[in-house]
């Protein structure tokens, strides 16, 4: 079968860094997304990975080993409007997102 | 720019019922998707479109229609509401099917009873 793997919840302080894990199998690999999605809202996009090594977006950085089926989001300077649930997704051999259930990321003052 | 809107925002639907969710979006995107979000569980596919004229079953396709007679709209429909089918649903779309990023729309908050 396919599956992502992500912890459900993680707790930080503001002006701190977090880190996320994903790990993933599935048919295939075609490139790694990381989305945010706040509460009641619509998941916008973050990041993609398909070659191995880590991508830095400003306070945002990803990495991927597809070796090991592993990815990290992690979040620098951590701000409170950064409290929303964090989405991997892998693209399979069909092209078709598998998406991990979400991390919900809360930052406390 | 509008990006992708849905309808309606949400809706309280007697088992039984039809419905159909609407998706328009302007970016010209080609590919265009559906998905249910529930509680717990990852975004799960209902139906795909690589292209107008042309849909796709996705991971959980049962009691569902699509259709895609333009580049812009792509609604879904339910023939006979179940309560098993009370979920969030997002449409989404990309210029591709592959390698590129999905937009997604605001939802549609869908309560069967």
């Known amino acids: 079968g396919q599956n992502i793997d992500q912890p459900t919840e993680m707790t930080a302080t503001e002006g701190a860094i977090v880190q996320i894990n994903c790990t993933y199998q599935?048919?295939?690999?075609?490139?790694l997304f990381w989305y945010q999605q706040h509460a009641g809202e619509a998941p916008t996009f973050l990041s993609y990975?398909?070659l191995d090594g880590l991508e830095e977006k400003g306070r945002f950085s990803s990495f991927l080993s597809r070796s090991k089926g592993y990815s990290y989001l992690l979040l620098k300077e951590l701000q409170m409007k950064d409290s929303a649930s964090y989405l991997c997704?892998?693209?399979?051999?069909?092209?078709?997102?598998?998406w991990g259930a979400g991390t919900k990321l809360i930052i406390k003052p | 720019t509008a990006g992708i809107t849905q309808a309606p925002t949400s809706q309280i639907l007697a088992a039984g019922r039809s419905m159909t969710l609407r998706c328009t979006q302007d970016?010209?995107?080609?590919?265009m998707y559906w998905y249910r979000q529930d509680l717990g569980l990852g975004l799960r596919l209902i139906h795909y479109?690589?292209?107008?004229?042309?849909?796709g079953k996705g991971e959980v396709p049962d009691g569902y229609s699509v259709s895609r007679a333009n580049t812009d709209d792509f609604p879904l429909t339910l023939a006979s509401a179940v309560p098993s089918q009370t979920s969030v649903y997002f449409c989404?779309?990309?210029?591709?099917?592959?390698?590129?990023?999905?937009?997604f729309g605001p939802g549609t908050r869908l309560t069967v009873l």
């Open positions: 989404a779309s990309s210029d591709s099917v592959e390698q590129d990023t999905q937009y």
């Open positions: 970016m010209r995107h080609n590919a």
């Open positions: 479109s690589n292209t107008a004229g042309t849909t």
């Open positions: 599935t048919s295939g690999f075609n490139g």
């Open positions: 990975n398909v």
């Open positions: 997704a892998v693209s399979n051999s069909n092209y078709q997102l598998i």
